[in-house]
T-cell receptor, first 112, second 108 residues
Framework: EADIYQTPRYLVIGTGKKITLECSQT?????MYWYQQDPGMELHLIHY???????EKGDLSSESTVSRIRTEHFPLTLESARPSHTSQYLC???????????FGQGTRLTVV | DAKTTQPNSMESNEEEPVHLPCNHS???????IHWYRQLPSQGPEYVIH???SNVNNRMASLAIAEDRKSSTLILHRATLRDAAVYYC?????????FGTGTRLLVSP
């Protein structure tokens, strides 16, 4: 059973608001990832981390930021939400060799 | 960017075997081959992985070519529940990047 959790599952928010999407895992995984996916489209890597105090931008440019202060926690923040940020955001974690990555249930964000 | 190439879509009938191909043209010696699938409205889930030898688990089998430039995911008896997008990835210590995958359609 995967122990990775994302909150909230759904979020509808107004333009200009600051939001933080939470992601936590209890498996002690070093690697954590954030992906962005629109319905029926590709899964795009936007941020990843190899461990505490390590964060890197992914292949798709994103206005969001992330932090990794604790192994189990990898929150994603949007300082000022815009309608173009409307999408599904998926968090994942894996061991150092990516042997088996586990995904959270996702957060479906709608910015109005 | 994703380094693998897969057909955009494949079709199968229920209870028939399915062979999903993947080309790993730039795979390095230490990279593992991973397969994930994404069911409709869900996040991806791990299916199987291997390095050089063929691998079996309760979900599928993975056949890896001797030169490791290609792999095949084998679903022995497709069910309607296996309809999903299947992704192959080769990576070791690097980040996990998904390509476009193969959309598998399963007909009753």
């Amino acid at each position: 059973e995967a122990d990775i959790y994302q909150t909230p599952r759904y979020l509808v928010i107004g333009t200009g608001k600051k939001i933080t999407l939470e992601c936590s895992q209890t498996m002690g995984h070093d690697k954590m990832y954030w992906y962005q996916q629109d319905p029926g489209m590709e899964l795009h890597l936007i941020h990843y981390s190899y461990g505490v105090n390590s964060t890197e931008k992914g292949d798709l440019s994103s206005e969001s930021t992330v932090s990794r202060i604790r192994t189990e926690h990898f929150p994603l923040t949007l300082e000022s939400a815009r309608p173009s940020h409307t999408s599904q955001y998926l968090c994942a974690s894996s061991d150092i060799l990516n042997t088996e990555a586990f995904f959270g249930q996702g957060t479906r964000l709608t910015v109005v | 960017d994703a380094k693998t190439t897969q057909p955009n879509s494949m079709e199968s009938n229920e209870e028939e075997p399915v062979h999903l191909p993947c080309n790993h043209s730039t795979i390095s010696g230490t990279d593992y081959i991973h397969w994930y699938r994404q069911l409709p409205s869900q996040g991806p889930e791990y299916v199987i992985h291997g390095l050089t030898s063929n691998v079996n688990n309760r979900m599928a089998s993975l056949a890896i070519a001797e030169d490791r430039k290609s792999s095949t995911l084998i679903l022995h008896r497709a069910t309607l529940r296996d309809a999903a997008v299947y992704y192959c990835i080769d990576t070791g210590f690097q980040k996990l990047v998904f390509g476009t995958g193969t959309r598998l359609l399963v007909s009753p």
